[in-house]
């Protein structure tokens, strides 16, 4: 087995071993622990689970009975009441699995549109009809309230939240309903990718860059520049594998371009170059994000090599790769050991940052270890690289 499996294998030991809910898993995976207050957080959030699901059946295991469960309990949360505003959305997230809050009740753009690619993913291993009836019914959701500007929203005294023109808010979709396209042939699904893209690539600097949620409109302030960079690159790969387009290969090699020049020589991806440190509140541009940034750069990476085969892409993800493997947590505590934190110095090369800029609950940085997001967006890269060098 390679190192990189080695591993995605240990973190999934840590997500067996400390964050599973009762019973295997049976209405899911916790959200994170935080280390400095000492607490697991008793979210369990389908964005997450998703994510988890899709590394377990990677690494075949779809069988498995964690994996089971975690699907279960996912298709469990999508609104299936055929009378709701909100029918075949997802919500943000659960109480302990099973009681949804005020603010749990929020359908989040990029959450919903990480969910829709997860669920399709899993129906390319699987070819299980489910999942590709619950993608499209999701899909339908955030089609039917698409706007004519291209992003997603919905007047809903905010249960469809608002931070809707920020790129990481409309690429994910974006991605997801281009494969829906790719999977029905329809054209309602390109017709609306289209309109989506339409607007994101205006967000396109001249450096490669997007103008941030932050630029646009002061939320997601602790999300740095490298962000939604990175999460650009690889929608945008996975939106030209359906629809080949020279503007969109235009816009994506741009904005390789610029994930490529912040890659530390360490292999980590900085927060930001000179020019975007001023996109987010962030307060230090050499460190890794790895809740926000990392994980995501590096399935861009992987996804980018498989569309161009250009060898450069392979190189950046193998040393990424490597970085990351180098700073998994090993005899910290058990009860993280296995895992990623959230914010990493290149220049101190240790854990260090929060992102508690106009953020309360602290959403990453060096005292979150996210189960999603983070490490199960890691462990998908390290799977695609793995298999990128067995050819």
């Not at 089971?68 to 909100?86: A, G, H, K, M, Y």
């Not at 996975?238 to 969109?248: A, F, G, T, V």
């Amino acid at each position: 087995m390679d190192k990189y499996i080695e591993s995605v294998d240990r973190c999934l030991g840590w997500i067996e071993s400390q964050m599973l809910s009762f019973n295997r898993g049976s209405v899911g995976v916790y959200e994170r622990i935080r280390i400095d207050v000492n607490r697991r957080v008793n979210w369990t959030r389908p964005d997450c689970n998703s994510e988890i699901a899709r590394v377990y059946m990677k690494r075949g295991k779809a069988d498995y009975d964690v994996c089971r469960n975690i699907v279960d309990w996912l298709l469990s949360t999508q609104d299936n009441e055929p009378l709701s505003c909100w029918y075949g959305s997802f919500p943000f997230f659960l109480n302990d699995g099973e009681i949804i809050a005020p603010n749990g009740q929020a359908r989040w753009q990029n959450d919903n549109g990480k969910v829709l690619i997860a669920l399709l993913d899993m129906y390319d291993i699987t070819k299980d009809e489910k999942f590709k009836t619950a993608a499209l019914k999701l899909a339908s959701y955030w089609m039917k309230i698409q706007r004519e500007e291209g992003w997603f929203i919905q007047y809903d005294r905010g249960i469809t939240q608002s931070p809707y023109r920020g790129p990481c808010f409309v690429f994910w979709m974006a991605a997801g309903i281009a494969m829906c396209y790719g999977v029905t042939g329809e054209e309602k699904y390109l017709v609306s990718a289209r309109k989506a893209l339409r607007y994101a690539l205006s967000l396109q600097l001249e450096s490669g860059r997007f103008r941030t949620s932050y630029e646009l409109m002061k939320c997601e302030d602790w999300r740095p520049a490298s962000s939604e960079a990175s999460i650009a690159m690889f929608c945008l790969a996975r939106i030209l594998k359906y629809i080949p387009d020279p503007e969109y290969k235009a816009a994506f090699d741009k904005v390789c371009g610029y994930v490529l020049s912040i890659q530390h020589e360490c292999g980590g991806v900085l927060n930001s170059d000179e020019e975007g440190f001023s996109a987010s509140l962030q307060d230090d541009r050499m460190r890794c994000d790895l809740v926000y940034t990392e994980g995501f750069a590096l399935e861009g990476f992987v996804e980018a090599f498989r569309l161009t085969g250009d060898e450069k892409f392979k190189k950046a993800a193998v040393r990424l790769a490597d970085f990351l493997v180098s700073i998994q947590c090993k005899g910290e505590s058990p009860l993280w050991d296995g895992a990623w934190r959230g914010a990493y110095s290149v220049i101190r090369k240790c854990w260090e940052g929060r992102a508690n800029q106009n953020n309360g609950i602290d959403e990453g940085g060096m005292y979150s270890v996210y189960t999603g997001w983070c490490c199960s967006n890691i462990m998908d890269g390290l799977i695609g690289v793995s298999k990128l060098l067995k050819g």
